[in-house]
């Protein structure tokens, strides 16, 4: 049986809610007894211009927008948490109540679904998340689940479609849309040389994996054209597997990225072409302002850069000479390499693993260079603080003020100068920040749970409200946090898919205890009206698998599995091609 087309309903008013039986709702602080046919002043639901745009999304078989007794949950993000959240939220709401049926629509501003496990997680670990993408896929494509690409919820200004839209016309709302903006430190001389060789290591990510949104200039911009000088040594601020991410791919051969991996040709051209100003790297220095002990580095990430990758660069630790200056007789510095049983016992398993992989390391380098050693080098540099970014027209290096470390009550260091010690000068022609990454937010509401006051530990940013203008009363549905949108920028998907499941516990719990409460009426807006009327271009799923078809079309042509589609413009005009 062919699947219900969208365009049944568009400009036409679907049954109340009341002839629904209202099941679809969940109750809240305030009730209201009306609804009008029109979202926040905005005249909608004609169906012209909706032409085309309608035949890319359908509802699975046997559901539809008027189908009585569903739940409708928009997910803003389709990254891990949010696809993991929308699936566990069918699943635990068909328990609790196996009679009530559920429809997700899942936005991204992104035309392509997967947040930064597709374009994040860098190239060649990319094996290690495919089953994460084609759970997000699949799941994507499933009956009564819309994808809705290239579709912004208002944030920092732009964007197609506002919450509180969004939330008069579902049951719930999930932000489960990430922490993936860039981060800046701001260390003198930053934002002069700005896209002037220093940059984000967002800006640097979005490059390699082909992010479309780096095209966009979404990031603000690569800076390093053509006309750039040489570059021999980079300086990556930070010391997290981002940090390692992106110098391992920096140093890694462009032979073999090409041909073990998918990194995106615009960052292989960049290391390999004699013109580029990245193809003769010889150094790259991670800096790091604490010492070994603090260092944010997964075992299995840092092995593989101090053992594994011997062929492509030879790395080394550097840590200042302690003791130095005025500093000597010091009370209570702690050499970094130092035992410690005080620290030992209260360092994480992790910790415990990272302190000895890298203490092992430096213990057998005696700074020799072998003869067959490949000629790059990766440089790790605890208590390095950068303190100032210099260069003319461009960055030519980075000023470098060395730290000790104190021991604090037995158990805890603090970080400071080391006393009477000049700057060190490194030289640099790119500097990455290698910072946590934020999230701005969406449409007013500051990202995570901690910034809501009376909310820590719960997702839940937002709860049922009912507002009034002039067209009437509004319902608006309960908003919650999934994911890196909720708990910050850190943790690795398995860590998102944990949340996704507590999240999606209380949106269920919420659900079924306020059953009888009243929900959007029956006649509530569909979403795709919405955007038709707004002349948003939206990507479905029939047309990101036309995407992904050419793109494994094109990396079969130059022998590769894939080749990424990396500008917007080229991923709409396709889509547009398929209506
Ligand atoms: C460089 C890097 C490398 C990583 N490598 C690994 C790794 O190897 N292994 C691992 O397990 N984890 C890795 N991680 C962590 C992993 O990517 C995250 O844990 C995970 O992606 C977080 O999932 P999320 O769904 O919360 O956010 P995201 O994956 O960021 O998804 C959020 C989605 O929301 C969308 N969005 C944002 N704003 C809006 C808006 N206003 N409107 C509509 N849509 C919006 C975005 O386009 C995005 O698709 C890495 C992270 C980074 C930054």
């Known amino acids: 049986m062919a699947a219900r087309r ?45 032409k085309g745009l309608c035949s890319s999304l359908s509802w699975g078989e046997g559901s ?27 699943k635990k709401l068909s328990q609790a109540k196996p009679g009530l049926g559920v429809r997700i629509d899942v936005i991204d501003r992104r035309p392509i679904p997967g947040g930064l496990a597709r374009y994040g997680v860098a190239p060649d670990h990319a094996p ?42 579902y049951d719930a709302i999930v932000l489960a849309h990430g922490a993936d903006d860039p981060n800046w430190l701001g260390i003198a001389g930053e934002g002069r040389l700005k896209g002037k060789g220093v940059m984000t290591a967002r800006e640097l990510v979005a490059l390699y994996c082909g992010d479309p949104m780096m095209e966009k200039d979404f990031y603000g911009g690569f800076g390093v054209g053509p006309k750039y000088p040489k570059v021999e040594d980079v300086v990556v601020v930070g010391a997290g597997n981002v940090a390692l991410d992106v110098s391992r791919l920096l140093l890694t051969s462009p032979e073999s990225l090409v041909a073990e991996t998918n990194t995106s040709k615009r960052f292989i051209d960049l290391l390999s072409s004699e013109s580029s100003p990245l193809s003769g790297i010889k150094r790259v ?14 075992p299995k990430e840092l092995r593989e850069v101090l053992q594994k990758r011997e062929e492509h660069f030879v790395s080394r630790i550097r840590v200042p000479a302690q003791g130095g200056g005025e500093d000597g007789g010091r009370a209570g510095s702690i050499g970094p390499f130092e035992e410690s049983a005080g620290l030992t016992k209260v360092a994480t398993r992790m910790q415990k693993r990272v302190f000895k992989l890298l203490r092992d390391h430096h213990s057998k380098d005696s700074g020799e260079v072998r003869e067959d050693a490949p000629g790059k080098e990766l440089f790790i540099h605890f208590l390095h603080k950068p303190v100032e970014f210099v260069g003319a027209e461009h960055l030519s290096a980075v000023h470098v003020e060395l730290q000790r470390e104190t021991l604090v009550d037995d158990q805890a260091l603090e970080v400071g100068p080391i006393d009477g010690a000049a700057k060190v000068e490194l030289p640099a022609q790119l500097a990455i920040i290698a910072a946590s990454q934020r999230s701005i937010g969406v449409d007013g509401i500051p990202p995570g749970r901690a910034s809501h006051e009376g909310r820590e530990g719960s997702p839940r940013a937002l709860d049922r409200d ?38 999606s516990r209380v949106i269920v719990d919420d659900m079924v205890s306020s059953e009888g409460g009243e929900g959007p009426p029956g006649e509530a807006l569909d979403l795709m009206e919405v955007l038709s009327e707004r002349g948003v271009q939206v990507v479905g799923m029939a047309q990101w698998k036309a995407v992904r078809e050419e793109e494994r079309r094109r990396g079969q042509a130059c022998g590769r599995a894939m080749e990424k589609l990396t500008r917007v413009e080229e991923i709409l005009g396709l889509a547009q091609s398929l209506k």
Request: aromatic share 8%; hydrophobic share 40%.
């Open 6 to 50: 969208l365009c049944q309903s568009v400009g036409g008013l679907r049954p109340s809610h009341e002839a629904l039986g209202g099941a679809s709702g969940f109750g809240g602080r305030h009730r209201t007894a009306t609804w009008r046919y029109h979202v926040f002043g905005h005249a909608l639901g004609t169906a012209s211009g909706t």
């Open 64 to 90: 539809g927008p008027s189908k009585a007794g569903n739940a409708k949950v928009c997910v803003v993000g389709s990254g891990p948490a949010g696809i993991y959240c929308a699936q566990s939220v069918a």
């Open 128 to 169: 290690s998340v495919s089953a994460v993408l084609e759970t997000i896929d699949n799941f994507l494509g499933g009956g009564n689940v819309r994808f809705f690409g290239n579709v912004q919820v208002k944030s920092g200004g732009s964007g197609d479609v506002h919450l509180d839209e969004l939330r008069s016309m």
């Open 285 to 298: 220095h991670i800096l790091a302002r604490r010492g070994p002990r603090a260092a944010a580095f997964a």
């Open 466 to 503: 009912v507002i009034s203008d002039t067209s009437g009363n509004k319902t608006l549905a309960p908003v919650y946090f999934c994911g890196w949108a909720n708990h910050g920028a850190k943790g690795i998907i398995g860590a998102s898919m944990v949340d996704a499941d507590e999240v």
